[in-house]
């Protein structure tokens, strides 16, 4: 079983930063890759951002390119999302979620972590 543990919401106004922080504990050993995904009240969960754990290589949505950077610690099993000129409707639950093996679904995930950007 792994844990994850998400950090690092709050308020801000739009136009602002934060960094979220993701802990991973447990077998975190077989990871391929981790994301980060977002849902707003009444919308449908979205993938943000993605990286795969071995090569680091990352992958965004459109609609975060640009102004969020996903980023990983191997040594301490976290993994970040630094979040840059933040609007209004980036205000969500932010998850991260960890996927075993390519292909298959984000099998794991965070109890979520609030962002509220103002305007």
């Known amino acids: 079983q792994v844990q994850l543990v998400e950090s690092g919401g709050g308020l801000v106004q739009a136009g602002g930063s934060l960094r979220l922080s993701c802990a991973a504990s447990g077998r975190t050993f077989s990871t391929y890759a981790m994301g980060w995904f977002r849902q707003a009240p009444g919308k449908e969960r979205e993938s943000v951002a993605t990286?795969?754990?071995?090569?680091?290589?990352?992958a965004y949505a459109a609609f975060v390119k640009g102004r969020f950077s996903i980023s990983r610690d191997k040594a301490k099993n976290q993994v970040y999302l630094q979040m840059n000129s933040l609007k209004p409707e980036d205000t969500a639950v932010y998850y991260c979620?960890?996927?075993?093996?390519?292909?298959?679904?984000?099998?794991?995930w965070g109890q979520g972590t609030q962002v509220t950007v103002s305007s």
């Open positions: 979620a960890r996927r075993v093996v390519p292909g298959a679904p984000f099998s794991s």
């Open positions: 990286i795969y754990w071995s090569s680091g290589l990352t």
